[in-house]
């Protein structure tokens, strides 16, 4: 073997290395992420995402805002003023400057009916003289309130219900899983009507009936994953070391499935925006003189032909509202999932 001839070497080979240069070659280039942080830098990306997040915000603040402020008392009745047409303050086209076409003529409906300069109804009223705006936003604000308790109630019994069976096995899950396959059986519609002949009809009603079925696709779903995960090698690990199933359920299992099951949860929280919103509009849902998107639907369907302003209103708040939770769904999906690619 040849040896190395130091004496031929070039002088810079025995120059110093120099320690910062080093140092910046070894430095990480990006920051340090967690699961959480990598999820919502991956959401804010989706641009629908992000917009829908920012709606439905701002639709759930006024909704909620509304019981310290609100335009005016969405209960309060006045014969004077039935069926005003929209008026906006400096805004003059027509359908929302206060005029309606009477007799092939158009004419001020707030001078016919001597309304207050200071007194506007941004989205006119209803037939009973009730403010349509102040209605919309107490609709709005009991069909969120109906939505997120249902979808709380999802999250409760669905995951216990889908863990359990999951972790479990054998015959109990055989058992657990023919149970929910009767149930699920069972129409919603059935239910409710059920429920009506127990409960007087109102929000306690809606709620139970979402209760008695809405949690099943939630207990499948996460079920399904509880089966993919218990048997990872760190779970068996935590089985070896002798740590009780409720232990792995809730340190393995379920930080692993909280990405599943929030998507779950915001697709299910529009459903139950739509049950609700059905049931108010065969009118089953709630009882006068409270409010939801459903019930105002219905109201204004009556008289659509000639006060379409009233129908135009819930329908169009109602459909913002589904889209913009679907697309945030679907955002939270992607975010979520680890293996999609940036």
Known sequence: MEQLDIKNLPKDSFDPVVVDSNLDREKISTPSLTFMQDSWRRLKK?????????????VT????????????????QNAKYINLPPKIPGVPING???????????????????VPENVHF??????????????????????????????????????IYGIYSGMKGGKTDTIMQRILEILSGIPNLVVMILMLTIFEPGMKSIILAMAVTGWITMARIVRAQTLKIKDQEYVLAATTLGQSKTTIAKKHILPNI????????????????FFEAFLSFIGLGLTPPNASLGMLLSEGYKTFKYLPHLMWAPAI???????????LADGLRDAFDPKMKD
């Open 96 to 114: 929302f400057n206060g005029t309606a076409v009477v007799g092939n003529k158009r004419v001020d409906k707030y001078a016919q009916a001597k």
């Open 317 to 327: 708040t109602l459909s913002i509202i589904m889209i913009c939770f679907n697309l």
């Open 258 to 273: 909280a990405s599943v099951i929030i998507v779950q949860m915001m697709f299910s929280i529009p459903s139950a925006i």
């Open 122 to 159: 941004y989205l006119g009223t209803d037939g009973l003289g009730r403010d349509e705006l102040s209605r919309l936003l107490m609709g709005t604000r009991m069909s969120l309130i109906i939505a997120f308790v249902a979808a709380f109630l999802d999250l409760s019994i669905g995951v």
């Open 46 to 58: 989706n641009k629908g995402a992000v917009i829908s997040l920012v709606i439905l915000a701002l």
């Open 61 to 76: 603040f006024l909704a909620f805002g509304s019981i310290v402020v609100s335009p005016h008392d969405p209960t309060k």
